[in-house]
């Protein structure tokens, strides 16, 4: 439903676009976000992006001032852009919508919400940074 692309292996210090496209019911849901996922760990909240006036953001503390979550409601398309990347920031992204019934802001992005608060993932994309 969701499909994740831009995933690539780069070098410390560059930048990647990570694209989801989502059908328009995928879509069309409070708050799309991405998240990421390093061998043997849990999901890890990146980024969240809310439908709201203002499109309100949240950011993990390890991301902010380096990623930017935005959308394209013309494309269904969310989007991550990474910059400064470093070998921590290797796993396979995932995106993820839903109406984030119970959480707000930074809440959105625990661990459990991305099964909690989120209705359509996609498969992923990978990042290696090396």
């Known amino acids: 439903q969701l499909v994740e692309s831009g995933g690539d292996l780069v070098q410390p210090g560059r930048s990647l676009r990570l694209s989801c496209s989502a059908p328009?019911?995928?879509?069309?849901?409070?708050?799309l976000a991405w998240f990421r996922q390093a061998p043997g760990k849990e999901h890890q909240g990146v980024a969240v992006?809310?439908?709201?006036?203002?499109?309100?953001?949240s950011y993990a503390d390890f991301v902010k001032g380096r990623f930017t979550i935005s959308k394209d409601n013309a494309k269904n398309t969310l989007y991550l852009q990474m910059d400064n990347l470093n070998p921590e920031d290797t796993a396979m992204y995932y995106c993820?919508?839903?109406?984030?019934?119970?959480?707000?802001?930074?809440?959105?992005?625990?661990?459990?919400?991305?099964?909690?608060?989120?209705?359509?993932w996609g498969q992923g994309t990978q990042v290696t940074v090396s």
């Open positions: 328009g019911y995928t879509y069309s849901t409070y708050c």
């Open positions: 992006i809310f439908d709201d006036d203002k499109r309100t953001t």
């Open positions: 993820a919508t839903g109406h984030c019934l119970t959480c707000t802001g930074g809440d959105c992005l625990r661990s459990e919400a991305y099964k909690e608060e989120y209705t359509y």
